[in-house]
């Protein structure tokens, strides 16, 4: 129980604030993108998401600020030297949601190679960036038997091992998956780490794939190539300038999404979560429930299948990016074309993560254990 009731400043997309967080605190919702040193200036702690700038800026009327929180894996909206400086305590929530990134690129790998007729055994996966969300998709396509380049300089030099270097990656991988942060400045700068030179280099008939941060890949550069180059399939979750897009560049991507690949409900709950066990820490106030005890059961829980279930069919039970994919495609061409980004992840569905679907009637081991390792929890007949 907390003697003062604390202020919170909050985006209004953090879901389950109230019932972690609980009444003993001021809670004020405010939308990410409009939120203003005035909102903030009485605030005990500030949580926001990917799309409110944290700077000197909005923070210089907040004198009693002891905490900022993003609900996001992604740093790159934070000056961490400011509230450094200031003293300020700041978390994100790292691995919140990753393995939601993780079953939205296998699940886009899965329906692209079906529509080609092609498997996925026996191509060359290329991860940049092997940090939470590349480890755990190493890992995943590991345990399947695939072949996986991996590169991350600066794990690298901190001396962890089988990493290749990026040209190496850009040059044999039939799929690459970018999962680096977006860096501007010092040594190595992801920003527009693909751009014409590095393009130029790519496999042919790879298909790229970006759910990391937009301007990792120099959009612009990008466009120009696929106009000159149709055996490329790209598939984009982030974008340069978001939330405006080029309608241009959408219309050469094989799927286009709104950043949502790290949007299930496990990953945004698990984030909140992690918020509030910081929370407890700074405040000491006691933890809260486990996460599990926040998550409803999935409303698809269970399905029956037999030894010839398409993996894919299976994953877009859960979840179907092309439903993604249509409903950005609607939004592009009217003058509200941003605020339409932005609505369409404020109202975006409840998708739950593979673990949550109980995959019941496989008798065939090897498929059984394929369908574990990609995550879903399977009980052999
Ligand atoms: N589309 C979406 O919805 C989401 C996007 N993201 C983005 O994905 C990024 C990665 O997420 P995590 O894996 O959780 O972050 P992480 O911090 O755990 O891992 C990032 C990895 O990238 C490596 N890296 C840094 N600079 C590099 C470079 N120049 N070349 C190669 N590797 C480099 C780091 O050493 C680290 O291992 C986040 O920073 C965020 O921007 C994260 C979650 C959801
Ligand atoms: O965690 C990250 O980093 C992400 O990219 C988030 O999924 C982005 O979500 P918002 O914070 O923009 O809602």
């Known amino acids: 129980m907390l003697n003062n009731r604390l202020k919170i400043v909050a985006d209004e997309n953090i879901p389950a604030l109230e019932s972690m967080f609980g009444h003993d605190v001021l809670l004020q919702r405010v939308a990410g993108r409009s939120m203003t040193a005035e909102h903030i200036k009485d605030a005990d702690v500030l949580l926001v998401r990917s799309i409110t700038q944290v700077n000197e800026g909005l923070l210089e009327k907040a004198t009693q600020l002891k905490m900022v929180g993003t609900a996001t894996i992604g740093t790159d909206h934070i000056d961490q030297h400011y509230l450094a400086d200031r003293g300020i305590p700041f978390f994100n929530a790292p691995g919140c949601n990753a393995d939601a990134v993780v079953e939205y690129v296998l699940t886009v790998i899965h329906n692209t190679l079906f529509e080609k007729g092609m498997e996925l055994a026996g191509l060359t996966v290329g991860i940049v960036g092997v940090g939470n969300v590349g480890g755990r998709l190493y890992e995943r396509l590991r345990k399947l038997g695939i072949n996986v380049l991996i590169n991350d300089p600066p794990r690298e030099r901190q001396?962890?091992?089988?990493?290749?270097?990026?040209?190496?990656?850009?040059?044999?991988?039939?799929?690459?998956?970018?999962?680096?942060?977006?860096?501007?400045?010092?040594?190595?700068?992801?920003?527009?780490?693909?751009?014409?030179?590095?393009?130029?280099?790519?496999?042919?008939?790879?298909?790229?794939?970006?759910?990391?941060?937009?301007?990792?890949?120099?959009?612009?550069?990008?466009?120009?190539?696929?106009?000159?180059?149709?055996?490329?399939?790209?598939?984009?979750?982030?974008?340069?300038?978001?939330?405006?897009?080029?309608?241009?560049?959408?219309?050469?991507?094989?799927?286009?999404?709104?950043?949502?690949?790290?949007?299930?409900?496990?990953?945004?709950?698990?984030?909140?979560?992690?918020?509030?066990?910081?929370?407890?820490?700074?405040?000491?106030?006691?933890?809260?429930?486990?996460?599990?005890?926040?998550?409803?059961?999935?409303?698809?829980?269970?399905?029956?299948?037999?030894?010839?279930?398409?993996?894919?069919?299976?994953?877009?039970?859960?979840?179907?990016?092309?439903?993604?994919?249509?409903?950005?495609?609607?939004?592009?061409?009217?003058?509200?074309?941003?605020?339409?980004?932005?609505?369409?992840?404020?109202?975006?569905?409840?998708?739950?993560?593979?673990?949550?679907?109980?995959?019941?009637?496989?008798?065939?081991?090897?498929?059984?254990?394929?369908?574990?390792?990609?995550?879903?929890?399977?009980?052999?007949?």
């Open 159 to 381: 001396g962890d091992e089988g990493f290749v270097n990026l040209e190496t990656v850009l040059q044999q991988a039939d799929i690459l998956c970018l999962h680096t942060p977006l860096v501007k400045d010092g040594e190595r700068p992801t920003y527009h780490l693909l751009a014409e030179k590095q393009l130029s280099t790519l496999k042919s008939g790879v298909l790229l794939i970006n759910a990391g941060r937009g301007p990792v890949i120099d959009n612009d550069a990008l466009l120009t190539f696929l106009e000159q180059r149709d055996d490329l399939t790209v598939v984009l979750d982030v974008w340069e300038d978001e939330p405006r897009l080029n309608p241009l560049l959408v219309a050469r991507t094989q799927i286009a999404t709104p950043h949502i690949a790290g949007y299930s409900y496990d990953g945004k709950l698990r984030g909140t979560h992690m918020l509030r066990c910081r929370f407890s820490e700074v405040f000491g106030v006691a933890q809260p429930e486990p996460l599990s005890s926040y998550l409803p059961q999935a409303s698809v829980h269970q399905v029956h299948v037999t030894n010839d279930v398409a993996i894919h069919d299976l994953m877009n039970l859960v979840y179907d990016p092309y439903r993604d994919d249509r409903a950005l495609r609607k939004t592009l061409f009217g003058d509200n074309q941003p605020q339409q980004f932005d609505l369409l992840r404020k109202n975006y569905p409840i998708r739950r993560e593979f673990s949550s679907l109980e995959v019941l009637g496989v008798t065939d081991r090897s498929l059984a254990n394929c369908l574990k390792n990609l995550g879903f929890t399977v009980n052999l007949a």
